[in-house]
């Protein structure tokens, strides 16, 4: 049987819980439809709080200014922790006490593309881990450094990257460019340049839109 391949770019930030629940259902998908569908995977930009100061914010009363209050946090937490547990995916909310500026670690992620696929998704993935499960702060250039050759990228010339301002008006550029497309919150999927999914949708809700993708290209 011959196989559809799509592209899907997610637009996400790496302090965002739903992105790191979103990516990790898409995955899940992709493996169930992997008899009828392959996707190449592409991470764009998108940042949450691009004023957050170089230093970070205190997660907690960031959070709770922002959603209504610390019980309004408490209760988010608790139901994301759940649907994380459903899926095998871990949260460790109290360790998170740092929210940081994301730009750096956008920056890492679009300098990882040029190493290819997995590498972009392992630096991807590996952000959303040190700082929803490990505490890390993923604006912490050590951090960053530690995932970037961990990863398989070059520490020393990432290093000198993030020492300069190399790029930094790419991804802002390609995160005005997801706001001109319409995109206002994330995570967001979009397939082969074209078809849009936002929020971190269940995985039977992505592979019923892979296998009905599928249908319409064979």
């Not at 949260?91 to 890492?108: G, Q, S, V, Y």
């Not at 590498?119 to 995932?147: C, M, P, R, Y």
Request: aromatic letters at 8%; glycine letters at 6%; charged letters at 25%.
């Amino acid at each position: 049987m011959t196989k559809t391949t799509v592209k899907i770019d997610i637009i996400s930030d790496v302090v965002c819980p739903w992105c790191y629940l979103g990516q990790a259902r898409l995955a899940l998908a992709l493996d169930r439809v992997k008899d009828v569908l392959t996707a190449t995977i592409a991470w764009k930009p998108y940042q949450l709080e691009p004023n957050a100061p170089a230093e970070g914010l205190d997660t907690f009363d960031y959070l709770a200014r922002k959603i209504g209050g610390a019980e309004a946090v408490k209760r988010g937490h608790q139901m994301l922790t759940q649907l994380g547990d459903e899926i095998g995916l871990p949260f460790a909310f109290e360790k998170a006490r740092i929210f940081p500026n994301t730009l750096d670690a956008h920056r890492l992620i679009h300098w990882a593309a040029a190493s290819g696929e997995t590498v972009q998704n392992a630096v991807s993935k590996a952000l959303f881990t040190a700082n929803f499960v490990e505490g890390e702060n993923v604006g912490d250039h050590a951090v960053l450094l530690d995932i970037a050759e961990k990863s398989g990228m070059d520490r020393g010339a990432t290093a000198e990257k993030l020492a300069s301002y190399i790029d930094v008006d790419t991804v802002k550029d390609e995160i005005a460019a997801a706001q001109r497309m319409g995109v206002s919150g994330v995570p967001c999927f979009v397939i082969d340049d074209q078809y849009v999914v936002t929020g971190a949708q269940s995985v039977e809700v992505f592979e019923n839109a892979f296998r009905q993708l599928a249908s319409m290209k064979t």
